[in-house]
């Protein structure tokens, strides 16, 4: 009687370990695909903002002579105090 | 002959003589006995010394001193542009003392007083993505694009703060735009790829991505940007050699580096 009982319960015993192990193992894969997607997500940030432009004397804003006003309007991003690109030195 | 000889006087006296010297006319002084008209004139002298001497205190970086002046410049209250100058004078020193909210409040009162002042919306938005207030940062961003169309930094900026907000539809038509103009600028083929991955248009993604780095191919970020996009297009082999090139270009960036060192390790590739 002792006999299948064991025989039966060992298998049995064994069975709950292997799925235990199982959910447990499934669990860390999880977490790690769930913190690589969001890695994925946060590791992509836009580029940084633009620097401030420079002072203003009191003659204004308005005249050629005003550097950071044409650097607002300019069209080309070089003469726009826009972050350079990587590679310039 | 002595009527030659004078003759030929004459003549010299007028080829040598010139015009008779003019003297400009004196500078007016102010001949008033009005308080009022006085006080106008201490007012504006002060305001040009203090213009003067703020300046040369943020040229120096000399920023505290700089919030001196051109905060006494605010309460002088001068006509415009000095008024609205001083405030933007004003604003950078804050920026610059890491007081972002100041900064933030005296760029309001300098569009305020010149609601076209294209350089303090550029400063304000620059100052609100540093805040965290992409509201605002939205709002002027629009206003800018709107008086300045074609500017650089009006769309850039707007493409920006679009990104951050999670509005990529309205990234990719900024950066779009920018990049119709210049079409050498990396750094903008960068971000319009952000907004293409955003949207799921990871072909498109990757062709901007390719572009920036044939223009600047050391541009760690671009590399890394383009790992993750085969990542997501299952090029895992692909993925993993974008991840590794980054890794060895963004010796500069110890986050960046780190992080693309973890991306090239989880893939494994047989």
């Not at chain 1, 050629?64 to 003469?79: G, T």
């Not at chain 2, 040598?16 to 007016?28: C, K, L, R, V």
């Not at chain 2, 309460?75 to 604003?91: F, R």
């Not at chain 2, 300045?148 to 920006?160: Q, T, V």
Request: proline content about 6%.
């Amino acid at each position: 009687m002792i006999e299948a009982v064991s025989r039966t319960l060992v298998p049995r015993v064994f069975a709950v370990a292997l799925l235990a192990g199982i959910l447990f193992c499934g669990r860390f894969a999880l977490a790690g695909a769930a913190s690589l997607q969001e890695m994925l997500d946060g590791a992509l940030v836009p580029s940084s903002a633009p620097a401030l432009l420079g002072p203003i004397t009191s003659a204004g804003r308005i005249g050629w002579e005003c550097k950071p006003e044409r650097a607002a309007a300019a069209k080309d991003a070089q003469h726009s105090e826009l972050p350079a690109n990587p590679s310039t030195p | 002959m002595r009527v030659l000889l004078l003759a030929a006087l004459l003549v010299e006296l007028m080829a040598t003589s010139g015009p008779a010297q003019t003297y400009a006319p004196s500078t007016p002084l102010p001949r008033t006995t009005s308080v009022p008209a006085l006080r106008a004139f201490a007012n504006a002298r002060e305001v040009e010394e203090r213009f003067r001497i703020g300046l040369d205190a943020e040229t120096r970086g000399d920023w505290k001193g700089a919030v001196a002046e051109f905060d006494r410049i605010v309460v002088l209250n001068p006509p415009e542009p000095k008024g609205s100058t001083a405030q933007y004078d004003l604003a950078l020193a804050y920026a610059n003392l890491q007081r972002n909210d100041d900064a933030a409040r005296a760029l309001r009162a300098a569009i305020a007083r010149d609601p076209e002042f294209l350089a303090a919306m550029a400063n304000l938005i620059a100052v609100d993505l540093a805040r965290g207030d992409l509201p605002e940062a939205r709002r002027i961003a629009d206003r800018y694009v709107t008086l300045a169309p074609d500017s650089a930094r009006a769309l850039y900026s707007r493409g920006i703060v679009a990104l951050q907000a999670g509005d990529a539809t309205t990234a990719r038509e900024d950066f779009g735009k920018l990049l119709h103009a210049n079409p050498s600028y990396a750094v903008a083929h960068y971000d319009l790829a952000l907004a293409e991955e955003r949207l799921g248009r990871f072909d498109a993604a990757q062709r901007e991505l390719n572009t920036a780095l044939a223009l600047a191919p050391a541009y760690a970020r671009a590399r890394f940007a383009l790992g993750v996009v085969l990542l997501r297009q299952g090029e895992h082999a692909a993925a993993r050699s974008a991840f590794a090139r980054a890794t060895a270009d963004a010796a500069g960036d110890p986050a960046l580096k780190n992080i693309a060192a973890a991306m090239r390790d989880s893939i494994k590739v047989p």
